[in-house]
């Protein structure tokens, strides 16, 4: 199967300051990419949509100035948390559509936590 | 939105005993997964099954499409199944086609 890596695993940071998280496609080109959100017991949350070469598509309830998304190229999109405050503390998760209807691959995750 | 249902949402076993996960969704769809979630947050992609039958090793997964529903069987279950398995949908085609995850169902496989 398709091979998404993330990076960094994961992250410890202080109140205030931001952080970026970017997930490849490593064997395969990209046109979208998901980023997932998960809390501790719970399922995944879909954050937003990124298509390669536009503005991603962010979920209701999401802070589109605060999950800064980025995805430049074929095989790189970005997170990028600003500001982060102890609630932003999660798993962030990527994942990578390869073709339209077909099947999703997923990174390994990044566990934020902000002190 | 599409909803998703997965049951039981706990399930311990005893190593070597079979099972059968169910996932229930609420419209038709045009894509299906099976994941399992290891210890490490990790989901390793076990099917793509949108209809169908389809069968890897030990793990074998049904969806019927027209009664809105799938199933994931897992024989001679080892303590490495153990982790969350999520079914995850999606209801519509294009490039803002996305995945709709259930609860999860909590798998223990004890020695």
């Known amino acids: 199967g398709a091979v998404v890596s993330q990076h960094p695993s994961w992250v410890i940071c202080k109140s205030g300051t931001s952080v970026k998280i970017e997930c490849r496609s490593l064997?395969?080109?990209?046109?979208?990419m998901f980023w997932y959100r998960q809390f501790p017991k719970q399922s995944l949350m879909l954050m937003a949509t990124s298509n390669e070469g536009s503005k991603a598509t962010y979920e209701q309830g999401v802070e589109k100035d605060k999950f800064l998304i980025n995805h430049a190229s074929l095989t790189l999109s970005t997170l990028t948390v600003t500001s982060a405050h102890p609630e932003d503390s999660s798993f962030y998760i990527c994942s990578a559509r390869v073709g339209v209807n077909n099947e999703q691959f997923f990174g390994p995750g990044t566990r934020l936590t902000v002190l | 939105g599409i909803q998703v249902e997965q049951s039981p949402p706990d399930l311990i076993l005893q190593e070597g005993a079979n099972s059968t996960l169910r996932c229930n969704f609420s419209d038709s769809v045009n894509n299906l997964q099976w994941f399992h979630q290891n210890p490490w947050g990790q989901l390793i992609n076990l099917f793509y099954?949108?209809?169908g039958t389809k069968q890897n090793g030990r793990l074998s997964a049904t969806t019927v499409a027209t009664e809105r529903y799938s199933l994931l069987y897992i024989s001679s279950s080892q303590t490495t199944d153990s982790g969350v398995y999520f079914c995850?949908?999606?209801?519509?085609?294009?490039?803002?086609?996305?995945?709709?995850f259930g609860k999860g169902i909590t798998l223990s496989v004890r020695p």
């Open positions: 099954i949108p209809s």
């Open positions: 995850a949908v999606a209801s519509y085609t294009g490039a803002n086609s996305k995945l709709t």
């Open positions: 064997d395969f080109q990209a046109t979208t």
